[in-house]
């Protein structure tokens, strides 16, 4: 389509809606323009994922985590992000310690299957991206991504010496194509943090995430998170 042609079906119909009333101006502009108002939405769609691209590259990814169930206090957000940040970073403006939530449902509740599935499809998504090191987690969300084989074993992080010597915080679980019980969990219910900083009176699961490029910082931050003192 000309430039001539392109404005002159602009004028086109600037006169045929003149004397229209605003429902038949919206009914006649759906009937004959309604791809051209698909192509335009299409192309701002895209230019908006572009930005959000470009901008998240500015990003350098210092840790990245995600609550499951498990609410946490202001005080206690801000010690496992922006506090964090303070310590690991290096003032660089473009660095970020990212932590966010999300909540899943009781697995047998078929009611809410539908959310549940968006809900986890949308965090395997993260997982997957790289976006996500570390999941702190009650048990019903323990169990609904353990079933997705979203976790790093812990033999892949810590040595037989030192997941003995946490006893009892370890939890195993079959995962993957094993076919007995390994490391796949820490109950940090009992931790000063937890604690202090979440109301949760069953076990708060913490675990590395299986695709995390950064498992030696989410180690780092996981001995922060233990070392909590109660304020």
Not at 34 to 58: E, T
Not at 150 to 164: K, M, N, Q, S, W
């Amino acid at each position: 389509m000309s430039e001539l042609s392109f404005f002159g079906n602009l004028k086109s119909l600037k006169k045929d809606m003149e004397n229209m009333t605003y429902q038949e101006k919206l009914s006649h502009i759906w009937t004959y323009y309604r791809w051209i108002l698909v192509v335009v939405l299409i192309l701002i769609m895209a230019v908006s994922v572009l930005l959000a691209s470009i901008q998240n590259k500015r990003k350098i990814m210092l840790l990245g985590g995600i609550t499951v169930n498990v609410q946490l206090s202001e005080e206690g957000k801000t010690y496992l992000s922006e506090d964090y940040k303070q310590i690991i970073g290096t003032g660089n403006k473009r660095e970020t310690v990212v932590l966010s939530h999300t909540d899943i449902q009781d697995l047998a509740n078929t009611m809410v299957y539908e959310n549940n599935y968006y809900a986890i499809m949308s965090l395997l998504a993260l997982c997957t991206n790289q976006e996500v090191d570390y999941l702190i987690l009650d048990q019903v969300g323990f169990e609904a991504m353990l079933i997705q084989n979203a976790y790093l074993g812990l033999d892949e992080v810590f040595t037989p010496e030192e997941l003995e010597a946490m006893g009892e915080r370890v939890i195993y679980a079959q995962h993957g194509e094993e076919q007995s019980p390994s490391a796949v969990a820490l109950n940090i219910a009992d931790c000063p943090f937890i604690q202090e900083n979440a109301n949760e009176e069953g076990p708060v699961y913490f675990v590395f995430v299986v695709n995390s490029p950064r498992t030696e910082a989410c180690r780092e931050f996981l001995e922060y998170l233990l070392a909590y003192e109660v304020q």
